[in-house]
C-alpha cells in the first residue's frame, strides 16, 4: 500500500488542497490504520492550538499558557503576546495576534510532525523487521523439521530395505545348501550303489574263473 507524504497530510490538515485530493486523502484514512492514527494525532495537536485563546484585560495583557506542549511555539506567543501588550493599553485582537503567530506555530508543528513520522517510521519498521526475523526463524524451524522428518523416513526405508535383503540373502543361502545336501546324499548313495555292483560282480565273476581253471 502507497501511503502519503507527511507534507500531503499537513497540507489536508490545513485545508490546502482541492477536493478531489482531500478526498483521495480521506478514502485512503478509511483502509489505513496506520495513517489514521497518526492524522488523529496531528488534528488533535492542532485543536489544542486553535482551542487557544488570549484573556481580555485592562492594562498589561498577560498570556495565557498555550496547550500545545511544544516550548519553542509557547515562546513565540508569550514573546508577541507580551510585546504587543506594552505597545498599546486597549483590548488585545486575539485575531491578530493569532495571524501574526500562525506562521511560525505552523512552522513549528510541521518539525513536530515531521519527527513524530519518523519515529512512527522507525517504529513501524523495527516492528516489521522482528516480524520478518521471528518468520524467518520459524520457517527455518519448521524446514528443518521437515528435514529431519525425511530423514528418519529415510532411514527406515534403508533399515527395511537391508531388511528384506538379509532375509532374501538367508533364504538363498538355506535353499543353496538344501540342494548341496540333497545332492550329497544323492551323490553318496549313487556310490553306495556303484560299490555293491562292483562288488556282486566280483563275486560273479570268480567263481566262473575258477571252474575253467585247469586240471593236473
Not at 205 to 213: E, G, I, K, L
Amino acid at each position: 500500500m502507497n501511503h502519503p507524504s507527511r507534507e500531503e497530510w499537513m497540507s489536508y490538515l490545513y485545508d490546502e488542497l482541492n477536493a478531489d485530493q482531500s478526498a483521495n486523502l480521506q478514502a485512503h484514512l478509511h483502509t489505513c490504520p496506520d495513517c489514521k492514527s497518526k492524522v488523529n494525532e496531528w488534528q488533535a495537536a492542532r485543536s489544542g492550538l486553535d482551542e487557544w485563546r488570549v484573556p481580555k484585560r485592562r492594562g498589561r495583557v498577560v498570556l495565557a499558557q498555550p496547550m500545545v506542549k511544544w516550548a519553542a511555539a509557547a515562546a513565540i506567543v508569550l514573546s508577541i503576546g507580551v510585546g504587543i501588550g506594552r505597545l498599546t493599553s486597549a483590548p488585545l485582537d486575539v485575531q491578530q495576534v493569532r495571524a501574526a503567530i500562525e506562521p511560525e506555530m505552523r512552522q513549528e508543528l510541521r518539525r513536530e510532525f515531521a519527527q513524530l513520522f519518523r519515529d512512527q517510521l522507525d517504529k513501524s519498521a523495527s516492528t516489521t523487521l522482528a516480524a520478518s526475523t521471528e518468520q524467518t526463524r520459524q520457517l527455518l524451524a519448521e524446514f528443518a523439521r521437515a528435514v529431519e522428518a525425511k530423514r528418519t523416513e529415510d532411514y527406515q526405508a534403508i533399515n527395511a530395505a537391508l531388511d528384506k535383503l538379509q532375509s532374501q540373502r538367508l533364504a538363498d543361502f538355506f535353499s543353496l545348501k538344501k540342494d548341496v545336501d540333497t545332492m550329497a546324499v544323492l551323490t553318496e548313495s549313487g556310490f553306495r550303489r556303484a560299490q555293491q555292483q562292483l562288488v556282486q560282480l566280483a563275486d560273479y565273476t570268480q567263481p566262473a574263473n575258477s571252474s575253467n581253471s585247469p586240471q593236473h
